[in-house]
């Protein structure tokens, strides 16, 4: 089927402490400060403005709300990851019922989960070093969910990670974000941290942990993402959640604004970021189909286990195996996005086995396969055109065509092109030549009997133009 061609290769720029209210109490009491529990040098060490490369004032000039981005180059970064691990975990892990919500998980169990919460496995060394074995560039970890639980060493809030009442407060490094942080960074991989704002409405009415009024609330998010970006030197996405209306947004600008003073190179996604996420540097979005092409980086977040909710949700759910781990990445990344992979540790902290032996499989192909995915744009005939072989990225003057194996198709046909446009054809697995010849339709190239043992085996279809643009009105379809 002939398509005509959609050419369009990504425009880069893209609390304090609070007692707790008796049942009969109408409404959230005040914060009162200062009152957090010292952890000595469990705490992180707070890393200065100057550390940080941070801006002289929180926006361009003194009093200027005009939204604020991060550089090109930081956007480049972003997209040319293409491929992140999402943990979604906290006290409500040990419900075990993923498919609800947190919130009404927490407020059935009195907000008191946070005092069984006791994850001895925890080992953020372990889940670094899985991670970065199985090819994830970048990872984010929730650090405030709807319960409103805070997994650092917060001085504005008891109900934390590091709370007396928290079991885990005994482990000699109790701050799971501190820890978190380290183990990334030290396997040399983009650290996010996930923030879910609580709404001007306060939906969670019985958590007497936050303020009720809504400019008292932003005033006290400020105050808990300054501790987040500050004591724990360089982040490089800030995964906000829950969308403000506009009628309410104005009050988290100075967050959005001291966010970029503090981490002038992080990115902030599309949840609560300014009048229209006009702060926005990427798109937090549900798998792309269709429609125009995003003019900004965009993430989609599919789940490894199946069903409703992003946490854990037992020893019996299934889960992803290696090849639809591979099959959801090579569509997101075909279409020019980023994948970010959710994980939901069990209430101990560790990842269920098969999880782990999933990942690291699809880590195996990415080892050798990987040039076709970091780095690359989308299918340069099409962000949204999937031919019915498999998947195509591109990257420079390199087009990769990335065989189904449950396909095999013997011949594909790069239309709208002829042989002269063309440098090489190998196998990205070893180089070896390819065989391809003129077609009435553009260049025909032949599928080697031997590479159908591999899982989803490449195809580098070098171009002598740099980048490569198709030109003819055909597209990559058969």
């Not at 707790?20 to 890393?47: D, M």
């Not at 981005?69 to 992140?84: A, C, I, Q, T």
């Not at 209306?245 to 988290?252: C, E, F, G, V, Y």
């Not at 290696?322 to 939901?344: D, F, H, M, P, Y």
């Amino acid at each position: 089927m002939n398509q005509k061609p959609f050419v369009a290769f990504g425009i880069v720029l893209m609390a304090a402490y609070m007692t707790r209210a008796a049942e009969s109490q109408p409404s959230a009491p005040k914060r009162i400060k200062g009152t957090a529990a010292k952890t000595g040098s469990n705490t992180p060490p707070r890393v200065s403005d100057e550390e940080h490369g941070a801006f002289s004032n929180e926006g361009k000039a003194d009093g200027n709300d005009e939204p604020i981005h991060v550089s090109p180059e930081d956007l480049e970064r972003f997209n040319d990851w293409k491929y992140g691990l999402f943990i979604h975990w906290g006290p409500w892990s040990q419900t075990g019922k993923g498919s609800d919500t947190i919130d009404a998980l927490e407020s059935e169990n009195g907000y008191e989960l946070y005092k069984t919460f006791n994850p001895g496995k925890y080992d953020p060394k372990q889940w670094a070093g899985v991670a970065k074995q199985a090819g994830f560039r970048f990872a984010v970890l929730t650090t405030r969910h709807m319960d409103a639980f805070c997994m650092w060493d917060t001085k504005q809030s008891p109900y934390r990670i590091t709370s007396p009442d928290c079991p885990y407060s005994k482990n000699p490094n109790p701050d799971i974000v501190g820890e978190y942080v380290k183990a990334f960074r030290n396997e040399g991989l983009g650290v996010g941290l996930y923030f879910l704002h609580q709404t001007p409405k306060n939906p969670i009415a019985n958590d007497p942990y936050h303020p009720a009024d809504w400019n008292e609330y932003a005033a006290f998010e400020k105050e808990l993402v300054q501790e987040l970006l500050s004591g724990y030197g360089r982040i490089d996405i800030l995964r906000f959640d829950n969308n403000i209306p506009d009628s309410k947004i104005d009050a988290l600008v100075p967050v959005l604004k001291m966010a970029r003073r503090l981490q002038p190179h992080m990115l902030i996604n599309n949840r609560g970021a300014g009048r229209g996420n006009q702060w926005a540097d990427y798109l937090t979005t549900a798998e792309r189909k269709g429609g125009a092409e995003p003019n900004q980086p965009w993430q989609v977040e599919p789940k490894m286990v199946g069903g409703g909710g992003y946490f854990y949700q037992g020893e019996e759910s299934e889960s992803m195996g290696s090849s639809g781990i591979l099959r959801t990445l090579l569509s997101v990344a075909g279409k020019g996005g980023v994948c970010l992979l959710n994980v939901a540790p069990r209430p101990d902290g560790s990842i269920r086995e098969q999880e782990v032996e999933a990942l690291l499989e699809a880590g195996k192909w990415l080892k050798s396969m990987g040039e076709a995915v970091y780095g690359t744009r989308a299918n340069p005939w099409g962000w949204d055109k999937k031919p019915d072989w498999g998947f195509v990225t591109r990257k420079g003057n390199k087009v990769f065509l990335i065989l189904d194996t449950a396909v095999k198709r013997k011949m594909v046909t790069v239309e709208g092109v002829a042989k002269r446009d063309i440098r090489s054809i190998t196998l990205l697995k070893d180089g070896s030549p390819v065989s391809f010849r003129e077609g009435a339709d553009g260049v025909e190239v032949e599928a080697p009997e031997g590479i159908w043992g591999d899982v989803y085996p490449v195809i580098v279809v070098t171009f002598n133009e740099n980048p490569f643009i198709p030109q003819g009105p055909e597209s990559l379809s058969r």
